[in-house]
Every structure is written in structure tokens, then in C-alpha cells.
């Protein structure tokens, strides 16, 4: 059991008991950082930058954070601040000269490459044009389990509006990531998104297969990775990508998949990925399904190799000439010519005249 110490009561800062019955378990780290420090300036006004001082947090996070407490109503723009004066006792914090929210300005049109990332007034623009982008932001927070700044929304609204993926689709890939533990990761939700949309997978009959497709992954990276004892508990994106052609595609068992880490071993210092895959291509190329059949490729590879030294070895053999022997008669052994010069020397007869 703890309690407050009393003497610490020589300066406090009052605030609203709805943020710790409510917003304790919704409101993000960065956003209860910002509320605080919000609540400890009441009655004077602050700026975003003096926001990221104080809490340690980046000015866009601050900004974010910002966004969400305004629109609950519990920090207003310098100049609205006055229309509130005379309605509570305890005045409410000021963002100076930064509008709460501004007016939401015609909708532009989406970038038809690499999308950029939306602000705060686009994202607005597209709930009031779009109910489905509003059930979208409502929903997602709900499957999440947590509130979605700029940003986050940023991404679900691109999802949707630039990748054409359906609400429905984007809110089961939510949900999928929040049973994952990765509810406050969007990038993972994002990466599925745009992977789902080049694959066209838009109906949720598609999106639960694949859904099943990448648990079926996640199941095989546990047994695979204490097979060959792999201190990383979850795959990178990569990763999940090569399990899922070596075993869905190439029909490899996890003892396949652990031989062709051991193989890799071998051959490199270093955990290679890339590797694995050439070991595993070669077999599947070969038609190699089994340990016992990678075993006999590997003992056929090896005969093979020194056949071939052998008969390397044995036709240098056959080619190489024996010295030459000289000629005892031949006209360039001078050393014999000589000889033969002081043992008979010609006699020429006298000629007639």
C-alpha cells in the first residue's frame, strides 16, 4: 500500500478527476506527459516547443498529443480561452496562438505516388466528406484499444483512401495486431495494408485466409527458431516472407528448413537468410524433400568431387613425356664429335694429274 507524502503539498496542481478515472488507460505516455505539464501551467499559456522541453517528448508528438486533449475539450487555443473565462474556477490551459481546430479546408487530391503523410486539417477534411473514414478512426481506436494521433490516423486514412482498401479489411488487420500485442505498432498495420492491396486482397473472406496464412507463419518461425536456437522471438517481415515460400510454396518441413540453417553454418560465420534460401532453392530444384535425400545429394556431391580429382591426377600421368635420351650418333653431340674427330682422322688419295 502507498500513499501521498503530506509534506510534498506545498505546491499542487489541480486537475480534472476525469483524466485519472478515464484517460489513464486510453491516453498514450506522451499525451499524459503533455496534460500534466498542461495542467501545472494552468492559467497562463504554452507553445508546442516549450511542450517538447519540458516533457522530453518530440514536437510532433507533442503536437499529436495536443490534437487529442483539444478535442476532448481539456486545452484550448489562446484566443477561444476568454469565451470560457466566467464558466469555471480554475482557468484551462492555453496553447498560444494555436488554433484547436481550424476550419477544414477543401479536400486535395492524394498523391498518385508514395503517399505523404496527410495533416491534421486533411484527415478533418475527410470526416466530414466520408462516413466510412469515420466509422474507420472511431473503429480502429476500439479494436486498438487506444487513442490514434495524427500520424496513426494519417496512416488508416491513406490505407483506406489511397491503397482502396475496404474499412472492414483495414479494421480486421487492427484487430489482428492488437491480438498480437502490436496495437501501437501502425507501421506493422500499415506494411500489411499496402502488401494486402498489391495483392489485391480487399474482401474479408481474403483477409481472414491470409490472416490464417501469417499465423500459420508465426506457429512454424516458434518451431523453426528453437530448432536451431535462434535467439529472436519474432521474424522480421523478411523473414516471414521466406518461411512462407520454403514451407506453403516449396512444401519444406521445419527439419528441412533447420538442415539448410545447419548447411549455412557451415559455410559462414553469420545468421544469412539469403543463404538458407540458395540451399533450399537448389533442392527444391532437385525434387530433395527429405533429410535422408539431402544427406544422399551431399555424399553423391562429395564421390562425385573426388572422382573427378582422381581422373584429373591420372591423366596428368598419362600426358607427361619421359626425358629424351640423346642420339649417340646424332651431329649435334659435340662432345662425341669430338671423340669420333681424334680416333679416325680421313685420308684423302692424291689425285692424278
Known amino acids: 500500500m502507498f500513499k501521498i507524502n503530506p509534506t510534498k503539498y506545498t505546491g499542487v ?12 488507460i486510453l491516453a498514450s505516455g506522451s499525451q499524459l506527459k503533455v496534460i500534466v505539464y498542461a495542467f501545472s501551467r494552468a492559467g497562463g499559456c504554452f507553445s508546442i516547443p516549450e511542450i517538447s522541453r519540458a516533457t522530453g517528448i518530440s514536437e510532433e508528438e507533442a503536437e499529436d498529443a495536443l490534437t487529442y486533449w483539444q478535442g476532448l475539450g481539456f486545452i484550448l487555443p489562446e484566443e477561444k480561452s476568454a469565451e470560457f473565462a466566467d464558466t469555471a474556477s480554475v482557468s484551462a490551459p492555453k496553447v498560444c496562438s494555436e488554433p484547436a481546430v481550424k476550419a477544414p479546408p477543401k479536400r486535395e487530391k492524394l498523391p498518385s505516388h508514395n503517399p505523404s503523410r496527410l495533416t491534421y486539417d486533411q484527415i478533418l477534411a475527410r470526416m466530414d466528406e466520408s462516413e466510412n473514414v469515420r466509422i474507420l478512426l472511431n473503429e480502429a481506436q476500439m479494436r486498438l484499444g487506444r487513442t490514434v494521433g495524427t500520424g496513426d490516423m494519417s496512416s488508416l486514412v491513406l490505407l483506406h483512401d489511397y491503397y482502396g482498401l475496404p474499412v472492414e479489411v483495414i479494421l480486421s488487420i487492427c ?23 498489391s495483392r489485391e486482397i480487399d474482401t474479408l473472406e481474403r483477409a481472414d485466409e491470409e490472416l490464417k496464412a501469417i499465423e500459420r507463419v ?9 530448432a536451431v536456437k535462434l535467439p529472436s522471438s519474432k521474424p522480421t517481415t523478411q523473414q516471414e516472407k521466406y518461411l512462407s515460400q520454403w514451407t506453403a510454396e516449396w512444401g519444406f ?32 530444384l532437385k525434387g530433395i524433400k527429405t533429410p535422408e535425400a539431402a544427406q ?32 649417340p650418333n646424332a651431329s649435334y653431340d659435340i662432345h662425341r664429335a669430338e671423340q669420333r674427330a681424334k680416333a679416325a682422322v680421313p685420308k684423302f688419295k692424291k689425285r692424278d694429274r
Open 13 to 24: 496542481t489541480v486537475m480534472p478527476a476525469e483524466i485519472a478515472e478515464k484517460h489513464l
Open 175 to 197: 484487430e489482428f495486431a492488437a491480438q498480437k500485442g502490436k496495437s501501437s505498432n501502425m507501421n506493422y498495420i500499415y506494411k500489411i495494408g499496402a502488401d494486402w492491396s
Open 218 to 226: 508465426n506457429s512454424l518461425w516458434a518451431e523453426f527458431s528453437a
Open 296 to 327: 544422399k545429394e551431399k555424399e553423391d556431391f562429395k564421390a562425385s568431387q573426388e572422382r573427378k580429382l582422381l581422373e584429373k591426377a591420372s591423366g596428368k600421368k598419362k600426358t607427361e613425356k619421359a626425358s629424351p635420351v640423346p642420339d
Open 253 to 284: 518441413s521445419v527439419p528441412m528448413l533447420a538442415l539448410a540453417f545447419e548447411e549455412m553454418r557451415n559455410n559462414t560465420d553469420k545468421t544469412s537468410f539469403p543463404y538458407i534460401h540458395k540451399v533450399l532453392s537448389a533442392w527444391h
